[in-house]
């Protein structure tokens, strides 16, 4: 089980993250931000960077890390937000989101040397890339594990599942996708666009599954985490992790019309207004 | 250079591509621990059993499934090892572009693409199995070079030339069996260096693929009506062969691309292109498969209706001079 220290930790940095994601999108201006899926994932991606996986911001290339791969490169802000809590990137350059020469684009763009490993944006290549780069691991006798947040909508890709198949042939189990199940995709709900049972599809594909009912949740999250890390049990594993979209903004949580989009000055007072208030309570 | 790909030239002419490049993968496994082997439900195909049964654990099936096929291998490449994903030329640029663009070519991933039975080679079964477009389709993704080798000893050393080479590569394979041999001993063979073939003045072929044997056909031909040609075999249509280029614009009259391919996009597409910035550059002609499907028909029959035999070609260039 995962302590009290650890969960406070992941608690604060959540925190400290979801103002990043603010900021930035903030910043953007016109530009916009994809505020939503980011804001779902804040928990999963920082009980990953400050809970569970192995990786040195001072080493950033180190051959025993574990690695992280945002398939759902949409969701950027949280993978840059917990770069910079990290120390992998500046608050200088977390501040250049999106602006013109930046190297953090709307969607991740590979740079190992600042903790991105895979580029992603067109939806389920990132998760297939991981597949491979668990299978290179074993190739090579690597003990390190492979994360790939995967979103709820992205399941729609047909390369998700030409990729979930062969994980299971080549028994990747060193490999753990965490779907951040948001149930709101671009253009409505995943009820709406394309209603399936999400669960049962990776249950058929063979892969090792747990349902987490609070993926906002960072001790639920810790556990299913820890527990799938020490699995050898020969299955790719996949956490289906039920979040909110918009988590911790009210006027996004659930919302239809905060998958991406910007934010003007009195929404973004309203959110870090909320932000600073869950801060006290 | 391997002794043993100089004598297997005789079986690999008569076997065609699919042999010399699944006997040249074995031969590289052989020396490079970093290299794998990948298919798509392909591997008798692909005459990759041999492969499969030697390095069991450095080959994978990923099924029908061309997408993966290339993302499996940019993870891969991504941790270090050296991926050879061997597919249809028919299927694999063209369905997987997108996983070519964004996992392979954007992320400067060490994956060799090879397609098989490239242009119309799959004759009878129809235009679904025609590979006319997959060098268009890489040529305009960054970061990959695109190789079209001529015969059996150009595959295996292009193969060979793609271990020592940084980023992606795409290698379109088109002389079945019969695969003519144009280059009998070893030579020197580098990525982006097209090689002078023969001397001419008047008209030069630059040819790439298997066609540089009918484009020679057609040069002999032509000397032999008087008509000075040169032949260019353009191996690597990206990077383009620009010096090689310079000089065939400042020395020949008349150029004649040629290539199993369509006109938009392959090789004439690519030296068209460059000719673009010259005011004095020598008329262009491009020998292609044309802007069309195909009617049904074996090899000879398509190379026949679309222009592209030495007689064909010499007439084709006599005329346009």
């Known amino acids: 089980m995962a302590n009290t220290e650890t969960i406070d930790l992941i608690n604060d940095k959540s925190a400290l993250m979801r103002r990043h994601v603010i900021e930035m999108g903030y910043r953007a201006g016109g530009r916009g931000a994809h505020f939503g899926p980011a804001l779902s994932s804040i928990e999963i991606v920082a009980s990953l960077f400050f809970g569970v996986m192995s990786h040195d911001p001072k080493n950033p290339t180190m051959a025993t890390r574990d690695r992280f791969v945002q398939s759902k490169g949409h969701a950027c802000l949280a993978l840059y937000s917990a770069l910079g809590e990290a120390g992998y990137i500046t608050q200088e350059q977390m501040a250049t989101f999106k602006a013109d020469g930046s190297f953090l684009a709307g969607h991740p763009t590979r740079n190992p040397q600042y903790g991105i490993e895979v580029s992603s944006g067109t939806l389920g290549n990132g998760f297939a890339v991981a597949c491979g780069m668990a299978k290179a691991a074993k190739i090579k006798g690597e003990d390190h594990k492979v994360f790939c947040l995967v979103g709820d909508g992205e399941c729609n890709e047909g390369i998700i599942w030409e990729a979930a198949m062969n994980a299971v042939k080549y028994e990747l189990d060193n490999l753990i996708a965490i779907i951040d199940r948001n149930f709101v995709q671009l253009a409505g709900t995943t009820k709406d666009i394309m209603d399936v049972d999400v669960e049962a599809l990776w249950r058929a594909a063979g892969w090792d599954v747990l349902v987490l009912e609070d993926g906002n949740d960072a001790a639920g999250l810790l556990n299913a985490l820890g527990q799938m890390k020490e699995s050898g049990n020969g299955k790719p594993h996949v956490i289906i992790a039920n979040t909110t979209k918009g988590k911790g903004i009210s006027f996004m949580e659930g919302s239809l019309n905060w998958h991406a989009r910007p934010m003007n000055k009195d929404q973004y007072d309203q959110a870090i207004a909320e932000l600073e208030n869950a801060k006290t309570t | ?321």
């Open chain 2, 1 to 321: 250079m391997n002794k043993a790909a100089l004598d297997k030239l005789q079986e690999w002419s008569e076997k065609g591509h699919r042999s010399v490049q699944a006997d040249t993968l074995l031969m590289l496994a052989a020396e490079h621990p970093e290299v794998v082997a990948l298919s798509a439900d392909l591997t008798p195909t692909a005459r990759l059993v041999e492969f499969k049964e030697t390095y069991p654990d450095r080959f994978f099936d990923v099924g029908i499934a061309e997408q993966n096929l290339i993302d499996f291998s940019a993870g891969l490449a991504l941790e270090g090892l050296r991926p050879f994903a061997v597919g249809l030329a028919a299927m694999v640029p063209m369905r997987p572009a997108e996983q070519m663009r964004a996992a392979v070519g954007y992320m400067k991933a060490n994956v060799t693409v090879i397609g098989i039975e490239a242009g119309v080679r799959f004759g009878p079964l129809g235009n679904t199995h025609y590979a006319m477009d997959d060098i268009a389709v890489v040529r305009a993704i960054p970061n990959f070079t695109v190789i079209a080798p001529s015969d059996p000893l150009s595959t295996h050393k292009a193969l060979y030339a793609c271990i020592e080479h940084e980023g992606p590569v795409y290698i379109r394979l088109t002389g079945g069996p019969g695969y003519p041999v144009m280059y009998p001993e070893d030579f020197d063979f580098q990525i982006g260096k097209a090689i002078d073939y023969r001397p001419g003045s008047d008209i030069a072929f630059v040819s790439s693929g298997s066609l540089l044997a009918d484009a020679v056909g057609a040069a002999d031909i032509l000397e032999g009506k008087g008509i000075s040609t040169r032949v260019v075999d353009m191996h690597t249509v990206k990077p383009l062969d620009t010096e090689m280029l310079d000089k065939v614009f400042a020395e020949n009259r008349l150029v004649v691309t040629v290539e199993e391919h369509s006109p938009f996009g392959g090789l004439g597409g690519a030296v068209a292109e460059y000719k673009a910035g010259f005011a004095d550059a020598p008329k262009q002609i491009i020998a292609s498969l044309g802007d069309k499907f195909q009617k049904l028909g074996d090899h000879k029959f398509l190379m026949k209706e679309n222009g592209l035999t030495a007689p064909d070609l010499a007439a084709l260039a006599e005329t346009n001079l």
